[in-house]
């Protein structure tokens, strides 16, 4: 069975729409837990990382070393859930992390604004300029965060399997949608996707781990053998190596690991 994303903005009914297709499916339904479990098991507060997968990065489009840690911690634990299969998740980040994986379904859900801001001002007792004003700049943070992270407009409808307008379609029609869907001969897990899956969960778990070490490496794996790129100053790149390769040891599933360090006005060592 694929996994589901729910991409979605604030008052769209997504969340309810997420937990009605897991209940429909036999599926799992996450959002919130996987930032309890990033806090649990990286030992940081839920609102550093609430903060670090919504607020948008600085003016001049950067993301810091510790936002980028706290990505790191989150996508970890989104795709050790997505290994298992069966599962919707609800929330900012899902798709951009499994991009080109067959059986995942990306869905994006939206609404009017002007229903957007009715439900804003009734939950919160504000005028409609304020309501307005809110969800703007929410709108307006998410983008900016998906744009200097992924290079993506959550607005981009290619980014997406099933963009679905919660107006004329009532929340049990988008469920009914998404859930035949699920069905399509297309969207079925493969051996060729699960490893994909796999790779893309083992390289986020030695990236998690060793970001520690160094803060801008990059990881990839391919069927438990996990690459890792950096630049260093040349007094460093040895220690640093044999670093990462000791740290590696205590990842599951890494078979074997190769480092390739950019030594800073130099050629490469590994």
């Excluded at 990065?57 to 634990?77: D, Q, T």
């Excluded at 998740?89 to 992390?97: N, Q, W």
């Excluded at 969207?187 to 803060?215: C, G, N, W, Y």
């Amino acid at each position: 069975m694929p996994i589901i994303t729910i991409s979605r903005g604030s008052y769209s009914k997504g969340k309810e729409i997420a937990e009605k297709v897991a209940q429909e499916l036999g599926y799992e339904c996450i959002a919130r837990k996987v930032l309890l479990e990033a806090s649990d098991e990286f030992n940081i507060p839920e609102l550093k990382l609430i903060r670090a997968i919504h607020d948008a990065p600085s003016l001049l489009g950067r993301l810091s070393v510790e936002k980028k840690k706290y990505i790191a911690f989150v996508r970890k634990e989104i795709l050790d859930h997505f290994k298992k299969d069966n599962v919707v998740y609800h929330g900012l980040a899902g798709h951009f992390f499994v991009k080109g994986i067959s059986h995942v379904i990306k869905v994006r859900i939206i609404a009017d604004m002007e229903d957007r801001v009715r439900l804003e001002m009734k939950r919160e007792g504000i005028s409609r300029e304020k309501a307005l004003h809110i969800l703007q700049k929410d709108d307006e943070e998410r983008r900016k965060w998906s744009q200097a992270l992924y290079h993506l407009d959550t607005r981009d409808s290619g980014s997406y399997d099933l963009v679905l307008h919660i107006h004329k379609l009532t929340v049990n029609d988008a469920v009914d949608t998404i859930c035949r869907t699920a069905k399509l001969a297309q969207f079925q897990a493969t051996p060729e996707s699960r490893r994909a899956i796999d790779d893309l969960a083992l390289a986020a778990h030695a990236e998690a781990k060793l970001m520690v070490l160094a803060p801008d490496l990059q990881v990839s794996a391919d069927d438990g053998k996990v690459l890792v790129k950096m630049m260093a100053p040349q007094f460093f790149v040895d220690k640093l190596t044999q670093d990462i390769c000791e740290s590696a040891k205590a990842i599951p599933g890494i078979k074997e690991i190769k480092v390739d360090v950019t030594a800073q006005g130099a050629g490469s060592a590994g």
